[in-house]
């Protein structure tokens, strides 16, 4: 089924991060799962362990064109972009081992490709979903370490996912 609109099929970010959200909820049990759409009454609402979902759409992949399938108009169809996960855990509290949190985010994002390509993230298909990069650093505030993981993005947009006006 296309998307309802296509403002609603051009907002990459949000599509990810909720279909990214989701997914890692469900694979992190235990652990709060944030997008920057997430709406928190309070600081005091931020658990630990969490992680911080963010997505962002750098360019278009040269070269590569798809024909909407509603009007047959050509568009850039192969985005790129990353993907970055905050991992935080609070320093003084009992049974949250860091290295397992950043461990167990790694482990779900090697089968992330397949769950976006599946129903979660129904309007595009992710060619490639890598880890890039990874830096430390801390959040002496609230007494917390938080590692951010990067992932490289590749995906296109699908012919059949423009809406039809």
């Known amino acids: ?14 599509n990810y991060e909720s279909a990214l959200a989701t997914y890692l909820g469900t694979a992190l049990t235990g652990t709060q799962v944030l997008t920057p759409q ?16 963010v997505a962002n759409v750098s360019g278009t992949n040269a ?3 798809g024909n909407r399938t509603t ?8 985005k790129l972009g990353s993907i970055t996960l905050a991992c935080a855990t609070r320093r003084d ?6 290295g397992t949190l950043r461990g167990k985010a ?3 994002m090697l089968a992330a490709t397949a769950a976006l390509n599946g129903t979660n993230l129904p309007y ?42």
């Open 106 to 108: 790694r482990v779900a």
């Open 63 to 65: 070269n590569q064109q």
């Open 124 to 165: 595009y298909e992710t060619v490639t979903l890598r880890e890039a990069s990874s830096s430390m650093t801390s959040d002496q505030d609230n007494d917390e370490i938080v590692c951010v993981l990067t992932y490289s993005l590749e995906f296109y947009i699908k012919p059949d996912q423009w809406a039809a006006s």
């Open 1 to 14: 089924m296309a998307a309802p609109t296509n403002a609603a099929l051009l907002d990459y970010e949000s």
């Open 71 to 78: 009007d047959g108009a050509e568009y850039d169809s192969h």
């Open 93 to 98: 509290a009992s049974g949250q081992s860091f």
């Open 38 to 53: 997430t709406i928190l009454s309070s600081a005091g609402n931020l658990t630990t362990p969490r992680i911080t979902v």
